[in-house]
């Protein structure tokens, strides 16, 4: 999301909401981040928005406070600081890491304006009815991403052409996990092959998903979007390097970490990008 879109959004939201509401806040307005992931791989997101903020005049600690709520990838924990961050009367929600804390944070309030960045379609997870006239109290940028898992698995056959069997790796806990596996066996059958799901939302399920994807003899793997993935780039890395795996990524952060190649959107500038580990 580019940074400026982004404060034109929050602007938008705070210009929203209720007068009566409005005056029940303090002097400094409050953004609460609701982080599904943990905070240190989306530090530089975090500070894209800070960045944004300071450009059209609002500084933490000065004219505008913060409140964060990590989940450390443990989604059901995500009610829970969504329900923290409406009893200290935040000004604005911005979820972070996707449809989980997006959900959670519209299961908490209807009168809050929640602000997010997501790759799904964010009618189909009912968090809206339009995507021009949203309405209610959310708004925000739909990437689409699961749209180009076909795209993915194009290239990821690229990559082990002799390969019949290709792996995908999902997070059941993810509210997105049924689509993509649906959008993965379809993208599949476009290219003539089979697919091996595979599904993990631990640390030791991955291990786990590769013993599973070394027994099958699956030719190459494709990590789908998720914010617990994404957490865990540097154990892809180690992962996929041990057992000589050709991997595939949704987004640019796992090659920054050593991974192979991804193909998705820029999560900063909400641009399509494609990245191999050679560039």
Same mark, same amino acid.
């Given at each position: 999301m580019k940074r400026r879109a982004f404060i034109a959004m929050l602007s938008g939201a705070a210009v929203g909401w209720p007068l009566a509401a409005r005056a029940q806040q303090p002097a400094m307005p409050v953004v609460g981040f609701l982080g599904a992931p943990s905070a240190a791989p989306y530090a530089r997101y975090v500070a894209a928005v800070h960045q944004g903020l300071k450009e059209v005049g609002y500084i933490e600690h000065q004219n505008v406070a913060m409140e964060y709520r990590w989940a450390d990838g443990q989604y059901d924990r995500l009610p829970a600081l969504a329900a923290d961050l409406v009893s200290r009367r935040v000004a604005v929600i911005v979820p972070i890491g996707g449809a989980p804390a997006t959900l959670a944070a519209k299961s908490a309030t209807s009168t809050i304006p929640v602000v997010f960045n997501l790759g799904a379609d964010p009618i189909g997870l009912g968090l809206v009815t339009n995507l021009n006239r949203p309405g209610g109290n959310i708004t925000g940028i739909a990437m689409m991403t699961l749209e180009i898992e076909t795209k993915r698995l194009e290239l990821l056959h690229e990559l082990a052409p002799a390969s019949t069997l290709l792996a995908i790796l999902l997070n059941p806990s993810?509210?997105? %996990?049924? $689509?993509? !596996?649906?959008? #993965?066996?379809? #993208? %599949?059958? &476009?290219?003539?092959?089979?697919? +091996?799901? +595979?599904? %993990?939302? @631990?640390?030791?399920?991955?291990?786990? %998903?590769?013993? #599973?994807?070394?027994? !099958?003899? #699956?030719?190459?793997? +494709? &990590?789908?979007?998720? @914010?617990?993935? @994404? =957490?865990?780039? $540097?154990?892809? &890395?180690? +992962? $996929?390097?041990?057992? =000589?795996?050709? @991997?595939?990524?949704?987004?640019? =952060?796992?090659v920054d970490a050593g991974g192979l190649m991804s193909y998705g959107t820029s999560l900063l500038d909400g641009k399509l990008v494609s990245t191999p580990a050679a560039c």
């Open positions: 993810n509210a997105q %996990a049924q $689509t993509q !596996e649906r959008e #993965a066996q379809r #993208a %599949a059958r &476009v290219i003539g092959r089979q697919v +091996l799901v +595979l599904k %993990a939302g @631990t640390e030791h399920e991955i291990e786990m %998903a590769f013993a #599973a994807l070394v027994r !099958e003899r #699956a030719g190459a793997l +494709l &990590v789908g979007g998720d @914010t617990f993935f @994404t =957490s865990q780039a $540097t154990l892809f &890395v180690v +992962l $996929t390097a041990h057992h =000589s795996i050709p @991997t595939i990524y949704p987004f640019k =952060s796992y």
